[in-house]
């Protein structure tokens, strides 16, 4: 089985940066669009920054880039992974207080190498899954408003003030929690059925959408996979989004002709496989000079956080 990824990311018209970081076939992806092929395993990832705490654009860049990293099977422990995430965007917020309670949600597809599939979730960023022309929803919304809905405590989010309906009550990199990591896995081999797809939107998208709209927009046979997504962002800015949107699509293709209709391009198979192993390459270069420096980043936080404690206790 191989398997189609394109992201795309918009900062929307309202905000000055774009806290959302897409994870596609080991790249980070933080502006515009982009597509890859690639063959199980994989992950595939949006991260969104929370609202209201800082630098939440490091925040998720930090965590894609990590999972980018990551030699990813189906022996890989993925919540020690989301763990060490945590701790590190922990270590790396401490170190300014630009930086502070930096956080992230996380919302993740995980494929193995036989093509199990699961769902990771930590926050409100969602996945979907669309299958004989419907779309349900895979991921369960982390917030208050539906942590007191499964209680009992309230009939509907709009029992709740507005600012209270969407707050995350779990996150990756809160200083006073761990994150609560959702799992699901999928029932049905990921490609079964011939239209099954993916996405992974950030709240920003999905909260502007509705399901309709996001089954029209599948439905539609003279766009390309990317075209669609493209549209789908550019939907709900229209329907008045003031957040950043971004939204991540994984397709599995089997023939040319399947790759055609996704992408609109031929599929050179000798081509594309020389491409797509340099590019990993690189990428793995990247990540591993980027993820050193980040650790002597931390670890030269915690040595300054260590030195200002003992000379606080000595005063």
Request: aromatic share 8%; net charge negative; charged share 25%.
């Amino acid at each position: 089985m191989n398997y189609y990824i394109y992201g795309y990311t918009d900062k929307g018209p309202y905000r000055l940066k774009n806290e959302d970081a897409m994870l596609v076939n080991r790249v980070t992806v933080t502006k515009g669009g982009y597509g890859s092929v690639c063959i199980a395993p994989f992950l595939a990832a949006v991260c969104d920054g929370v609202g209201g705490e800082k630098a939440g654009e490091l925040a998720s860049q930090i965590c894609t880039s990590t999972l980018a990293g990551i030699e990813f099977d189906s022996s890989v422990d993925l919540d020690r992974v989301i763990m060490s995430i945590h701790n590190k965007i922990i270590r790396t917020g401490v170190s300014a207080d630009s930086t502070l309670n930096m956080q992230t949600t996380l919302c993740m597809l995980a494929v193995e190498e036989d093509g199990t599939a699961n769902c990771c979730n930590v926050g409100d960023s969602r996945m979907y899954r669309y299958v004989n022309g419907s779309i349900r929803q895979l991921s369960t919304d982390q917030t208050y408003s539906r942590f007191l809905y499964e209680k009992g405590e309230i009939a509907s989010s709009a029992d709740l003030v507005p600012e209270m309906q969407n707050a995350i009550v779990s996150s990756i990199g809160s200083l006073v929690q761990y994150p609560d990591i959702q799992h699901l896995r999928f029932m049905k081999l990921f490609g079964e059925e011939p239209d099954d797809t993916v996405l992974i939107c950030s709240d920003g998208l999905s909260d502007f959408i509705t399901r309709d709209e996001f089954e029209i927009a599948m439905k539609i046979t003279s766009m390309t996979f990317a075209e669609k997504l493209e549209a789908l962002c550019q939907l709900a800015i229209r329907n008045g989004s003031t957040d950043n949107v971004s939204i991540v699509g994984i397709k599995p293709w089997n023939t040319p002709e399947e790759y055609k209709a996704l992408t609109g391009l031929a599929f050179n198979t000798l081509k594309d496989e020389e491409a797509v192993k340099a590019q990993q390459e690189c990428l793995e270069y990247e990540e591993r000079f980027r993820n050193a420096k980040l650790e002597e980043q931390s670890e030269n936080s915690l040595a300054a956080l260590f030195a200002d404690l003992e000379n606080f206790k000595n005063m």
